[in-house]
């Protein structure tokens, strides 16, 4: 999801969860951009943070959890072109319902965001 903060900035912000027998994981990841005076949008440093709440099922949809991260952790803010923020586990598939697990972030003094998983 694109959000376009001002005529010569935007951010993505992107939400995953992959799942596999070795290791299942969840993250949320934003990147800043900057228009450039030719046009077009290239990475730029920007104050970030990023944070990213779910809950989330194993494969028989019995065991349920909480994740609640945030990075930086459990405030301020990075100069950063890209952060994310992810948490991992060996040996159990991870799943969620639609609506579940979302991704959000904050752009000092610009703008916040969330997405959700669907």
């Known amino acids: 999801m694109n959000y376009k903060m001002t005529i010569f900035s935007k951010v993505k912000l992107k939400v995953a969860i992959n799942s596999w027998w070795v290791r299942s994981g969840a993250k949320g990841k934003v990147v800043s951009y900057k228009k450039k005076s030719n046009g077009k949008f290239k990475r730029a440093r920007m104050q ?3 944070g990213c709440t779910s809950t989330i099922y194993d ?4 065991q349920s959890f909480t994740v609640g991260d945030r990075n930086p952790s459990p405030w301020g803010y990075k100069n950063r072109k890209s952060l994310k923020v992810a948490r991992h586990q060996p040996g159990i ?3 969620t319902e639609n609506n579940q697990f979302g991704s959000s972030f904050e752009a000092l003094n610009v703008a ?3 997405l959700l998983f669907q």
């Open 48 to 50: 970030l943070a990023v």
């Open 59 to 62: 494969n028989h949809c019995i």
């Open 93 to 95: 598939i991870w799943k």
């Open 112 to 114: 916040t965001g969330t």
